[in-house]
């Protein structure tokens, strides 16, 4: 059977979720960086190897002038670092967040893996949503809105992490309203 994509939340949505998560620093940069950079929650946070957490973002992982930063991820068994883009918005909140940070410090271990997998719930719930958000449903809104805003499925596979081109596609829901706008952008100028 095919793997599935849940259903992705708007950006209505996402806005809502991000306003009432605004009265907390932390909550809102996590879910923030969740959401604009399409990062996976163990690529965020890291991963616990031989009773030792290890390989989440840390603060020399993060270049503020070139606005990037590099995570770990599995692939085949093993860990590969790859180059994730990060906008102006949230390259200014890290930089203010990771402030007073050294550049070994991991900049998510104030809260812990299994509090961050509680957030988008949390704030959806405030935010009066009733659909299921997870971490997941922001790398979903990521990937999808992309997809939407013009991105080509090669840059998009570049941006998820993806090896596989075939999981990139799950992501991207062609509708009929998403074959004709673009038709008309071609071809009405």
Known sequence: ???????????????????????????????????????????????????????GIQKKDIDFQNKRMW???????????REVLVDDATIVLLKRYTEKMKPDDYVFRSISYRQIQRLPKKYALLADIEKNVSCHSLRHFFITNSWRKGIDIARLQYLAGHTDLKTTMIYTHVTTEDVEKKYREIYER
Not at 71 to 81: I, S
């Open 1 to 55: 059977m095919p793997k599935r994509a849940p259903d992705p939340i708007t950006e209505g949505e996402l806005n809502r979720i991000l306003d009432v998560a605004i009265v907390n620093e932390r909550d809102y940069l996590i879910l923030r960086l969740l959401a604009r950079t399409g990062i996976r929650i163990g690529e965020l946070y890291g991963v616990c190897k031989q009773g030792k957490r290890m390989y």
């Open 71 to 81: 995570v770990y991820t599995l692939k085949q068994k093993r860990y590969v670092r």
